[in-house]
């Protein structure tokens, strides 16, 4: 637009069409060159969308998809050699017929279209491939690697899924009866014990073996006192109370308290008669009542203590005398 001059309805139109490009859906037959700044402002999407509705379009925006891949694609490589120019006509023919079929009936017009569309590299002698369909390849392997990366998250997001559910620890209405279900099956191999534990072990289960109660419980032992001579009634070693004698009767003097003889105490055997065995002598057969009875009354310390005969007999008068009687005292 040079200035000092109003702009022409042309170049109005265009600004127009750039400021609202993105509401842009057809262009019919217009030249290339008149919305050339309009469609190097276009996306991917709106540039195939006015391909759709313009076919004839698809032969002149070669310039456009080639900056739509550098930029969409700026680490790809954008220009890429073909040594046949018969693959460059067929995928634009095949371009062309599938998006209006009615456009291959001028075949001047696409005649014209396609010789300025392929052109002959002067100094590598080939043809270029077109920039669009160098877009649409790369498009489609961006797609494949994504579904790639997908399909080997799933897997691995599958196999975590399947861990944790190995280690999963299951919440149980009633833990315990569970448990000796699976216990009754299960066989543990028996850990190694020292010589000291299995015998201390071994004697554990025979002791239970013989307490079937349990074992011992000294809380619930029998407790059998024995009585000390110390604790026996003093009653026992006094003689019972004699009755008082009758009047008229003459009373006999009370002989005089004379000490017990002490039996002599046996002296401990020496150290030889300890280690000598006992004989196999017969022992003599015990003694009767009766003559224990009378050795008991013919010893010497009693002897003084029994009543003289004859006084029995004059004091009776010829009755049968009366049986003596023995008084023992002990000192209190």
Not at 25 to 39: F, T
Not at 79 to 96: G, N, P, T
Not at 130 to 142: A, G, K
């Amino acid at each position: 637009m040079e200035t000092g001059h109003p702009p022409s309805l042309q170049e109005l139109c265009v600004v127009v069409l750039m400021r609202h490009h993105a509401q842009l859906e057809d262009i019919g037959h217009m030249p290339y060159a008149l919305v050339r700044r309009v469609l190097l402002k276009m996306s991917a999407e709106q540039l195939l969308r006015l391909e759709r509705a313009s076919p004839a379009l698809l032969l002149e925006d070669e310039e456009a998809w080639q900056q739509l891949l550098k930029k969409d694609f700026p680490t790809n490589v954008h220009e890429v050699w073909v040594a046949r120019k018969k693959d460059v006509y067929e995928y634009y023919l095949e371009s062309v017929r599938e998006l209006g079929p009615q456009v291959l009936e001028d075949r001047a017009l696409v005649r014209s279209l396609l010789r300025a569309a392929v052109c002959k590299d002067p100094v590598l002698f080939k043809y270029r491939v077109p920039s669009r369909q160098l877009y649409q390849r790369y498009v489609h392997e961006d797609a494949r690697r994504q579904e790639l990366s997908a399909a080997r998250l799933r897997q691995s997001t599958l196999q975590l899924q399947q861990e944790k559910q190995k280690t999963r620890i299951t919440q149980l209405e009633d833990p315990l009866y569970l448990e000796r279900e699976l216990n009754a099956g299960r066989q543990r191999a028996a850990p190694q014990r020292s010589s000291i534990y299995l015998k201390s072990f071994k004697e554990l289960r025979q002791r239970q073996a013989h307490f079937r109660s349990g074992g011992y419980d000294p809380t619930q032992r029998r407790i059998v006192r024995v009585q000390t001579p110390s604790a026996q009634p003093a009653a026992s070693l006094h003689p019972p109370p004699q009755s008082a004698p009758m009047a008229g009767s003459p009373q006999k003097p009370a002989p005089p308290e004379q000490p017990l003889a002490a039996s002599p105490t046996p002296e401990a055997p020496g150290p030889l008669a300890q280690r000598r065995r006992p004989s196999a002598r017969r022992q003599p057969p015990p003694a009767s009542p009766a003559k224990r009875r009378s050795a008991l009354f013919s010893s010497p310390a009693l002897s003084t203590l029994l009543p003289q005969q004859d006084d029995t007999d004059s004091d009776t008068g010829g009755r049968p005398p009366k049986k003596p009687r023995v008084y023992i005292h002990t000192p209190r």
